[in-house]
T-cell receptor, first 111, second 112 residues
Framework: DAGVIQSPRHEVTEMGQEVTLRCKLI?????LFWYRQTMMRGLELLIY????????DSGMPEDRFSAKMPNASFSTLKIQPSEPRDSAVYFC?????????FGPGTRLTVL | GQQVMQIPQYQHVQEGEDFTTYCNSS?????IQWYKQRPGGHPVFLIQ?????EVKKQKRLTFQFGEAKKNSSLHITATQTTDVGTYFC????????????FGKGTKLSVKP
């Protein structure tokens, strides 16, 4: 099993551009989480899916952020338009319900 | 709110000294999970505690869940440089399917 896969690993973009982060879950895991990590705010939960359905998106900063889970193994997090304050490491994690498995993260820099 | 509070935020120890981080919740927890994140890495699951008063050990790491299921601790005996990283506790929120809310973490540095 390859674990949770995220792409890209690094993204540098200019303010105003659209950014799409991708995540492939571990097969058989039914929960998917997107987190954002910064020095100031720590590890923040953005959105949580269970069985492909968004359960809690209260952590999504604003309408510029959107997440989809078109099937049981794949999810995207889109930021449009991006802003410098969106710079962070974005993790996705999948879960069996008893433990979470994190991907390696995408380090996003918005200039 | 729904947060779990972790203390201390930072801990600097000499190699060989012990280390403890504490996690507290204002509400009763169904379970608590612990993760370790190495510098530049991603959080890695260590353990889940479910039962009141539960104590689990992994080599030099001892995990405890309070009797009231509102607090937990991670204790490392005789720290080594390989223990460096940030230790997070995480609580389930929103039911058994595991919405994970993380504490701010305790960043451990070990001086050789």
């Amino acid at each position: 099993d390859a674990g949770v896969i995220q792409s890209p690993r690094h993204e540098v973009t200019e303010m105003g551009q659209e950014v799409t982060l991708r995540c492939k879950l571990i097969s058989g895991h039914n929960s998917l989480f997107w987190y954002r990590q910064t020095m100031m705010r720590g590890l923040e939960l953005l959105i949580y899916f269970n069985n492909n359905v968004p359960i809690d998106d209260s952590g999504m900063p604003e309408d510029r952020f959107s997440a989809k889970m078109p099937n049981a193994s794949f999810s995207t997090l889109k930021i449009q338009p991006s802003e410098p304050r969106d710079s962070a490491v974005y993790f996705c994690a999948s879960s069996t319900g008893t433990s979470g498995f994190f991907g390696p993260g995408t380090r996003l820099t918005v200039l | 709110g729904q947060q779990v509070m972790q203390i201390p935020q930072y801990q600097h120890v000499q190699e060989g000294e012990d280390f403890t981080t504490y996690c507290n919740s204002s509400t009763t927890l169904s379970n608590i999970q612990w993760y370790k994140q190495r510098p530049g890495g991603h959080p890695v699951f260590l353990i889940q505690l479910v039962k009141s008063g539960e104590v689990k050990k992994q080599k030099r790491l001892t995990f405890q869940f309070g009797e009231a299921k509102k607090n937990s601790s991670l204790h490392i005996t005789a720290t080594q440089t390989t223990d460096v990283g940030t230790y997070f506790c995480a609580k389930n929120y929103g039911g058994s399917q595991g919405n994970l809310i993380f504490g701010k973490g305790t960043k451990l540095s070990v001086k050789p």
